[in-house]
């Protein structure tokens, strides 16, 4: 998995676990992740280390994996959707295509 593909997994799992961060931990990761900050960047904008900032974005990284692998969010909804679209494949009763479609509305 090269860098990207990585970055793209981690705000994919970040997005099911965000939730279970603290807020120093949602500051840092979004602002490295999605608001494209450096290390050094983050640090002058807490007044921290570069050091503080990358073992806190280590710590987190490895959270988001940590509870990815017990509760396993992502596998669980990318299956569901793919069973639901394989349903949606296969149904021809237009009133369960309508139901599923709303079913995938809210994944």
Known sequence: MDLLDKSIDLIN???FYQDLLTDKQKAYFEQYYFDDFS???ISENYEVSRNAVHDQLKRTVQKIYDL???LHLQQTAKVRTELLH???EKNTNKEV???LEELLKVE
Request: without cysteine; glycine residues 0%.
């Open 97 to 99: 295509e309508k139901l």
């Open 39 to 41: 290390i050094t960047e």
């Open 13 to 15: 799992l970040y997005d």
């Open 68 to 70: 990815e692998d017990k």
């Open 86 to 88: 394989t349903i949606q």
